[in-house]
């Protein structure tokens, strides 16, 4: 079975600091994997996602990611937060079997606060 | 547009009630799933809609029931539910789509329905 792990549960950033958000996956065929952002009470938005080719992949609001198939890793990351980036964070982690979506394996999430 | 829709926004029941939650997307798309969300955890799956076929969580009880009376609209059944089932219910669709012969699908969330059982 597939598992995400998130080993932050906190992070505090200072406004205009850069930022990276780490995520750890286990999965036993080529991972699906996303990054979707939560802010209190509401949906989870898309950040960004790897499905294959580019390592890096660039996402909205100036986020990236990278994909390292050594690691198990793909980390978010932002070069200068905004007050406005304070959210949730959760990496996911697709499976699918027999053509059929088995739906997305999340992360514990991240608790992202931003510092005047 | 990457729009999924679900009313109501919140929903207060007693244990005693019959609701249904109401998710719709206009995208096409073939897939369309159920998450509950407690409080600081991230979402689990509850069911999914895959190509008309239902495949469920064995551990979510039998008093939530899906229905997808169409391939745009997705029903969440709910009936003699308890205060722990308490959260926000999220809604979810994705095309099934493919990239370079691989399978290359990306769910898109609704806002929710916060849900309180009484």
């Known amino acids: 079975a597939q598992s995400v792990t998130q080993p932050d549960i906190h992070i505090t950033v200072s406004e205009g600091a850069s930022l990276e958000l780490r995520c750890n996956y286990s999965y036993g065929a080529t991972p699906y994997l996303f990054w979707y952002v939560q802010s209190p009470g509401q949906g989870l938005q898309l950040l960004l996602k790897?499905?294959?080719?580019?390592?890096l992949v660039q996402g909205i609001k100036g986020f990236e990611a990278e994909f390292k198939r050594s690691q198990s890793s793909f980390n978010l990351r932002k070069p200068s937060v905004h007050w406005s980036d304070a959210a949730e964070y959760f990496c996911?982690?697709?499976?699918?079997?027999?053509?059929?979506?088995?739906?997305?394996?999340f992360g514990k999430g991240t608790h992202l606060i931003i510092q005047p | 547009d990457t729009e999924v829709t679900q009313t109501p926004k919140h929903l207060v029941m007693g244990m005693t009630n019959k609701k249904s939650l109401k998710c719709e997307q206009h995208?096409?798309?073939?897939?369309m799933y159920w998450y509950k969300q407690k409080a600081k955890k991230p979402p689990e799956l509850m069911f999914v809609y895959s190509y008309e076929k239902l495949s469920i969580n064995e551990s979510v009880p039998s008093r939530f029931s899906p229905e997808c009376p169409n391939s745009s609209l997705l029903n969440l059944h709910l009936h003699a539910l308890q205060p722990e089932d308490s959260a926000l219910y999220l809604c979810?669709?994705?095309?099934?789509?493919?990239?370079?012969?691989?399978?290359?699908?990306?769910?898109?969330f609704g806002p929710g329905t916060r849900l309180t059982v009484l």
């Open positions: 790897y499905f294959s080719g580019d390592t």
């Open positions: 979810a669709s994705s095309s099934l789509g493919t990239s370079g012969g691989n399978l290359a699908d990306t769910q898109y």
């Open positions: 996911a982690v697709g499976a699918y079997s027999g053509g059929g979506a088995d739906g997305l394996t």
């Open positions: 995208m096409g798309h073939r897939a």
